[in-house]
Each structure stands twice: as structure tokens, then as C-alpha cells.
């Protein structure tokens, strides 16, 4: 499941994921408010927080955040990824060569951090 944090304010956008993601978590969720945001702000500044109940993705949703790297790789300032497994750590370093904007990841005690950093 996925869900917009409450702290999210103009091009500021948190993103709650707990669970297994989904294709329809991108389709129905993610998706329309990244673009709507993009639509309204310009480039973004994106906290996504996987919380303790994170179970990673599916694969019609692994394919679903892929394109979405590929699609929006130039709309974004700033990435925090809270809480990431080892093993995602590795793709997240992968995905920033796609991505034009800074990307960094904080531990799952790091959330406040990770808002002040992509605030700043």
C-alpha cells in the first residue's frame, strides 16, 4: 500500500509504503499524484519512507516503478529513500545514475533527517 505522508506541502511529496506493492499501488496511487504534482510544481522533492511493514514490490509493480524511473527521471530534485533493505540500497545506486536529481538513503530511525535534507 501506498500512501501520501501527511508532512507532503508543494513540490514536497512523502510517500508511505507499507506492505507488497502493487501495479494498481502505482496506477491508482503513486502515479496520478507524482504527475499532478510534476503538473503543478515542476521538479519534486520526493520522501519514500518504507515503513517496518515494507515486503518490497511485485513484479507487475517492479516493472511499474522501472518506467516510472525511466518517465520522470528529469522531474525530480531530490529523492530520500527511508528504510530501504540491503538489497534495494544496491538497486536505489542503480537507479540514481538514471535520475538527474540527488538521490540518498537514510535509515529506517533517520525519517526527520531525511525531511530536513530534502527540505533543504
Same mark, same amino acid.
Given at each position: 500500500?501506498?500512501?501520501?505522508?501527511?508532512? #507532503?506541502?508543494?513540490?514536497?511529496?512523502?510517500? @508511505?509504503? #507499507?506492505?507488497?506493492?502493487?501495479?494498481?499501488?502505482?496506477?491508482?496511487?503513486?502515479? &496520478?499524484?507524482?504527475?499532478?504534482?510534476?503538473?503543478?510544481?515542476?521538479?519534486?522533492?520526493?520522501?519514500?519512507?518504507?515503513?517496518?511493514?515494507?515486503? +518490497?514490490?511485485?513484479?507487475?509493480?517492479?516493472?511499474?516503478?522501472?518506467? *516510472?524511473?525511466?518517465?520522470?527521471? +528529469?522531474?525530480?530534485?531530490k529523492?530520500?529513500?527511508?528504510?530501504? &533493505?540491503?538489497?534495494?540500497?544496491?538497486?536505489i545506486?542503480?537507479?540514481?545514475?538514471?535520475?538527474? +536529481?540527488e538521490?540518498?538513503?537514510?535509515? &529506517?530511525? @533517520? *525519517?526527520?533527517?531525511?525531511?530536513?535534507?530534502?527540505r533543504?
Amino acid at each position: 500500500m501506498i500512501t501520501v505522508m501527511p508532512e #507532503s506541502e508543494g513540490n514536497i511529496l512523502g510517500v @508511505q509504503a #507499507s506492505g507488497l506493492l502493487t501495479a494498481s499501488d502505482y496506477r491508482d496511487v503513486l502515479i &496520478p499524484k507524482l504527475e499532478r504534482e510534476i503538473a503543478a510544481h515542476g521538479k519534486l522533492r520526493v520522501v519514500f519512507y518504507m515503513d517496518e511493514d515494507f515486503d +518490497g514490490w511485485d513484479a507487475a509493480a517492479a516493472w511499474a516503478n522501472t518506467k *516510472l524511473d525511466f518517465k520522470h527521471a +528529469g522531474d525530480f530534485d531530490k529523492i530520500a529513500m527511508i528504510g530501504a &533493505p540491503r538489497w534495494e540500497e544496491i538497486c536505489i545506486e542503480m537507479a540514481g545514475h538514471l535520475m538527474r +536529481g540527488e538521490m540518498r538513503t537514510f535509515k &529506517p530511525d @533517520q *525519517l526527520d533527517e531525511a525531511w530536513d535534507w530534502v527540505r533543504d
